[in-house]
């Protein structure tokens, strides 16, 4: 038995000193992760604009046209026509200062001097509320001479509806051995022919005191006077003071009636100051 207990220290000794040296080596220490840090946020980047913005058009509210004017109203009838066959319903002339004749279906007016105004009366018929129409074709004319129709004409006294050419029309009244006395002041025409030759149908539509003028169915103008209410129709020629012939041809007279009654303007009441 004491054997045994001898023996015993014996066995322990090499584990101690096996631990010993264990506990005398230096401690290898685990290395500590650094903390995580974030990704970085990029700054933004600015934003191409491929296409620059355009504004919004605003809606625009559409109106419909309006109505062309009718200016040729009451139209009825066919009163006279004119093929220029015969010269027995107008006046003709021939002298030094210039003529007029009817032939191959036109009534012609050459003039011959400066400052000389020709004319030819129709006898029939007598017109007061009327549209008619005349082709006229200016085949030597220049500046100011003028040409056109003369209606209700009598005792001296017409209307004038005339063209220069210049290209501009007017409206006069004529009395006999009185300066002409213009009711419509002369306005530029495309219609109008510029000196010659030229072809253009003119056209005069009448009721009561109003007139409407036309050119080559065209509305030129409307005029309104009271002096003259009835009368025959004629055409005319007139040269003027720098020029010493015209010539001026007038074909396919038509006249038609007319029923209208045109509006008459009221007066306004004027009141009269107390004294």
């Not at 025959?232 to 038609?256: I, R, W």
Request: hydrophobic share 40%; charged share 15%.
């Amino acid at each position: 038995m004491e054997s045994i207990h001898r023996l015993r220290p014996i066995w322990i000794l090499p584990i101690l000193f096996i631990l010993a040296l264990a506990s005398c080596a230096p401690i290898q220490t685990q290395p500590v992760p650094a903390p995580a840090t974030g990704t970085p946020t990029p700054p933004p980047t600015e934003t191409v604009q491929w296409f620059l913005p355009t504004l919004t058009p605003t809606p625009q509210i559409i109106q419909n046209a309006t109505e062309t004017p009718i200016y040729l109203i009451g139209i009825g009838e066919t009163i006279a026509t004119d093929d220029f066959t015969s010269a027995a319903a107008w006046n003709t002339v021939s002298a030094d200062e210039g003529s007029i004749s009817v032939s191959r279906n036109r009534i012609t007016i050459a003039v011959k001097e400066p400052e000389i105004y020709l004319f030819s009366l129709r006898d029939a018929p007598l017109l007061s509320d009327f549209y008619l129409e005349i082709d006229a074709h200016p085949a030597l004319c220049k500046g100011s001479d003028s040409y056109g129709l003369l209606f209700r004409a009598g005792n001296g006294a017409a209307y004038r509806y005339a063209l220069a050419c210049d290209g501009t029309v007017r409206l006069e009244r004529m009395k006999l051995y009185n300066h002409p006395r213009a009711i419509q002041e002369a306005i530029s025409s495309g219609d109008a022919p510029l000196g010659s030759p030229g072809d253009v149908r003119l056209g005069v539509w009448a009721s009561g005191a109003e007139m409407r003028f036309f050119l080559n169915g065209r509305y030129q103008f409307t005029a309104v006077d009271v002096i003259l209410e009835s009368g025959t129709l004629g055409v005319f020629a007139e040269t003027d003071a720098e020029d010493s012939a015209m010539t001026v041809t007038f074909s396919d007279l038509v006249v038609q009636s007319v029923s209208y009654l045109s509006p008459t303007p009221t007066r306004t009441p004027i009141e009269t100051p107390s004294p």
